[in-house]
């Protein structure tokens, strides 16, 4: 292979951006190394086992992937803002409708997600850590090493370019012969593992792992989504590894699983791609509804209405998304029979969702809310989603969708159900949680800033896609003549999209400002809210509670506080907890060389990298390692610390 | 020591290597494509079961048995779904 082959040449963008990635990476190094902050990273952070950091580094990685899946956007924004634009070519444009697709739901949404799982989830269970915390490591630095992996693609080798959605035969060797695909099929594959572990990892956590008297129904309503959401990872992501590496066998291996010849069935890509995908889309949106149920109960001073119609419509929810996949390729060329079936089904999911809806409306009802950034991103999403979910009503008539299928109708659409479904939760999300993890509050007024802009940008971005659709606009369509009368619309797009990058702009400095100058909150419940995690100290010591809480009812925390409802009973006594270790920080470097060198078909390379990953098992199966126990005098000392007493 | 040696999972490792033999038996001779695919899904179900129970000890810890079989019952519905969705929208329903 030659050297222009390996690194992308030819773009004066692409060489920016590789000078900038040098220049970025050499001043981490110095910096780690002029700070003497090395041992530090590898201790606290490279080596830890906490699910509280664990779930720190999650977000900050989506926070940076946000940033990458952000600038795909402006480019393609700035591409479309008027007819004839010369800013990216076909080509050039194509790999970025594709970067920006993955990275934003697999690289953003994802983890982000799994992230404030990470660290709510233990806390409000009642638990010291998850059920295993070296795995929860493992999983983690998967993730990071196929985000790493996916996001190399565009200075080296050359970007996936065949859309977020890979179909056949785009996707073939035959049509798409550069590594791109591969990057696709392999960092994926590794990220999805990660992915396939977390979910195991928190279904076993939430199953045996909850306070002495926290039952099923006693559960809060985010451990209840959860868990659900794993489930459904955990069903769901078996059918994207099996289409992945049915992928990487056709380009790698000359196998013919979706070509068109030698009995290969293209469209069965597609078929797979989506019966993982439509879960998919609940796993990013099931978790999202439940930060919008604790926060909207939180702020609005009641219980959540309607607890037990809330946990049935997600189960509902969880078994109606896997039937309902092909909605997402009607114009096919399937019969009456399939699509009137498949139309009925995503319908029908409409229901337990608009359940959820009014439950929301009913425990706003009346409540004394209060307007805090979280609630006033909660109370935008109820009308903005349900634009979103009433487009999808409208998607999901087979006949009609033959009029909508691939025009900026659906672009709209599924930005108007992700954006406030999960964008928007996880940015409340993170908000209502940051003071329990940092010990004190995100700026408000600098959050209500960039929520007005966000919210109204968005609006202003997306809306107009509804009308270039029904116009005619098709999706991932590069550029267009003046003549189409796309222009006006495509341009207020654009500058919406602008004040959206303000907006986010705006979000990040509140987060800089606010390590400076936020005042420190010293109460260890900022927002009066009413699930176990508030009742441990912010930020959380590293055994999460000193002594179990005894659960007696739904929101105990609540009755503690306002009906001295008995909690913490017990004394406190000795805690074990997990050892740190290096290992899945090293196993996912090995992975990303592995992957790296699957990717270019390096096959010696690749075989010693895959004999390195079987050793690190073997070595881990026959370690013994027991944890270590914290000694009374050391949790009262920190407890105190923790309490400000001067002891 | 009798307690101690994984007899189950040696029963488990056996069983596997039988079925994956007769699996591939079904390509080496020569048989109707309904037969082979006959003795591939028994052996699937087998092999389904063996994991199952000796290597992930499905039936030993009592307290589990309910959200372990509602498990399964999830799993089995999702793998129905999947097959016969597939043969649905692909094959049967394709015009
Ligand atoms: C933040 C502002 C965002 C803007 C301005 C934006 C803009 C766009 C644009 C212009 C396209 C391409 C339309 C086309 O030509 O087909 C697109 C596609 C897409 N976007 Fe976004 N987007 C944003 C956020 C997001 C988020 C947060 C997600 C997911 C969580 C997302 C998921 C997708 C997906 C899956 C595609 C389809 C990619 C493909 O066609 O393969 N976007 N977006
Ligand atoms: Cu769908």
């Known amino acids: 292979m030659k050297w222009d082959e390996f690194f992308v040449t030819g773009e004066p963008m692409i060489y920016g951006a590789m000078a900038s990635i040098v220049l970025v990476s050499l001043a981490i190094l110095v910096g780690l190394t002029y700070f003497k902050k090395w041992g530090y990273l590898w201790r606290e952070w490279l080596t830890t086992v906490d699910h ?14 946000l940033f990458r899946g952000g600038v795909d956007a402006l480019m393609m924004r700035t591409q479309l ?53 070296r795995l929860n490591a493992v999983s983690f630095w998967l993730f990071f090493s196929g985000a790493m992996l996916f996001n190399i693609s565009f200075v080296i080798g050359g970007s996936p370019d065949a859309g977020w959605t890979a179909y056949f035969p785009l996707a073939s060797l035959e049509l798409s012969p550069t590594v791109g695909n591969n990057f696709y099929s392999i960092a994926l594959q590794i990220a999805g593992i990660g992915t396939l572990m977390t979910g195991v990892n928190f279904i076993v956590t939430i199953l045996k792992m909850r306070a002495p008297g926290m039952k099923l129904m006693r559960m809060p309503m985010f451990t209840w989504s959860v868990l659900i959401t794993c489930v459904i990872i955990v069903f769901a992501f078996p059918v994207l590894t099996v289409a992945l590496a049915l992928m990487m066998f056709d380009r790698m291996f000359g196998a013919q ?41 939180t702020f609005s001073r009641k219980n959540l209405y309607g607890y037990k119609s809330m946990v049935i419509s997600m189960v509902a929810i969880s078994l109606l998304s896997f039937l309902v996949w092909a909605h997402h390729f009607y114009t096919m060329g399937h019969g009456a029979m399939v699509n009137g079936f498949f139309s009925v089904t995503t319908m029908a999911i409409a229901i337990p969702t608009g359940v959820k809806i009014f439950n929301w409306l009913f425990t706003l009802h009346k409540g004394r809310i209060q307007f805090t950034t979280p609630m006033l991103y909660s109370l935008a999403f109820i ?97 267009y003549s003046a003549s189409t009368g796309f222009g006006p619309l495509n341009l207020l797009a654009t500058i919406g999209s ?21 005042p420190r909150d010293t109460t260890s419940d900022p927002w009066d809210a009413r699930t176990l995690e508030w009742a441990t100290h912010s930020p959380v010591p590293e055994y999460n509670f000193a002594v179990t809480p005894n659960v007696k009812s739904l929101d105990a925390f609540w009755f503690w506080k306002k009906d001295k409802q008995p909690l913490f009973e017990d004394k406190i006594e000795e805690i ?24 270019f078909s390096w096959w010696t390379p690749a075989i010693i990298s895959g004999i390195a990953i079987v050793v690190m098992l073997a070595v881990r199966s026959f370690e013994r390692d027991h944890g270590r126990h914290i000694s009374v005098k050391e949790i009262n000392k920190t407890e105190q610390q923790l309490r400000g007493d001067k002891a | 020591m009798k307690q101690l040696f994984p007899i189950r999972h040696v029963m488990g490792y056996v069983f596997s290597l039988i079925l994956s033999v007769v699996a591939l038996a079904v390509i080496v001779w020569d048989m109707s494509f309904t037969t082979a695919i006959t003795i591939l899904l028994i052996c699937a179900a087998i092999q389904a079961a063996v994991q199952l129970f000796m290597f992930m000890h499905i039936d030993e810890d009592k307290s589990n048995k309910a959200s372990n079989y509602t498990n399964i019952a999830y799993a089995l519905f999702v793998g129905l779904v999947t097959i016969f969705g597939t043969l649905f929208t692909m094959i049967w329903g394709y015009l």
């Open chain 1, 52 to 65: 509280k950091k664990i779930g720190i580094m999650y977000i900050l990685s989506a926070l940076v992937m």
């Open chain 1, 81 to 133: 803002a008027g007819p004839d634009m010369k800013f990216l070519d076909a080509q050039h444009y194509n790999e970025v409708f594709t970067t920006h697709g993955i990275i934003m739901i697999l690289f953003m949404a994802m983890p982000f997600i799994i992230g404030l799982m990470n660290v709510v989830i233990p806390l409000q269970i009642g638990a010291r850590d998850v059920a295993f915390p």
């Open chain 1, 257 to 297: 699983f979706f070509t068109m010849a030698n009995g290969g069935m293209d469209m069965l890509w597609a078929n797979l791609f989506w019966v993982w995908g439509h879960p998919e889309v609940y796993i990013v949106v099931l978790p999202a509804f439940g930060i919008y149920s604790e926060i909207i109960s």
């Open chain 1, 383 to 479: 009308p903005i989603f349900t634009i979103g979910g009433v487009t999808g009503v409208m998607l999901a008539m087979a006949s009609a969708d033959y009029q909508y299928h691939n025009t900026m109708f659906l672009v709209a659409h599924f930005h108007y159900v992700l954006i406030p479904g999960t964008v928007f939760a996880v940015i409340a999300g993170m908000y209502y949680w940051f003071p329990k993890l940092f010990g004190f509050r995100l700026n408000e007024r600098l959050g209500k800033l960039a929520f007005w802009l966000i919210a109204i940008c968005f609006n202003v971005t997306f809306l107009p896609l509804f009308f270039l659709g029904l116009k005619g606009m098709t999706r991932r369509m590069y550029t």
């Open chain 1, 498 to 518: 602008i004040g959206l990058a303000i907006g986010f702009a705006v979000l990040v400095y509140s987060i800089y400002w606010s390590f400076r100058y936020e």
């Open chain 1, 576 to 599: 074990h907890m997990p050892n740190n270790n290096g290992q899945p920080f090293v196993l996912g470097v090995i992975f990303f060389f592995f992957g790296f060198f699957m990717i």
